[in-house]
């Protein structure tokens, strides 16, 4: 298991980059900087303590894969709200979230193999 001071030395580390990425660049990219390694940071976090994370949440298989799914799901949907329909950022973020947790919604209650 990752040790707690290794997360966050990783975590601060991240937080100056996007502090001084926010200086020199803007607000904005330093916000956008802060949040990507935010996600970055969970992913491998969660990565190198798999079995924990498994055992905690009781995850399958089949679990993994629908959730790995309505992730990718929501991203495809994003960028299509948002270059073919010229949706503004945050409403194509909340209009992907939503379409893809109704359909997450729909295939766990109607597909009894999805649960």
Do not use: R
Not at 24 to 38: D, E, K, P, Y
């Amino acid at each position: 298991m990752l040790g707690c001071w290794k997360l966050w030395t990783i975590t601060g580390l991240g937080s100056f980059t996007a502090i001084v990425v926010g200086f020199w660049c803007g607000a904005m990219t330093g916000f956008w900087t802060f949040s990507g390694f935010a996600i970055v940071t969970a992913l491998i976090y969660s990565g190198m303590n798999y079995s924990y994370f498994h055992e905690a949440l009781n995850l399958s298989i089949a679990k993994s894969v629908k959730i790995a799914a309505l992730l990718i799901l929501t991203l495809a949907l994003y960028s299509i709200y948002s270059s073919s329909l010229g949706a503004p950022s945050a409403g194509a973020i909340a209009l992907a979230a939503i379409t893809t947790t109704s359909i997450g919604w729909a295939f766990t209650t109607m597909e009894p193999a999805g649960q």
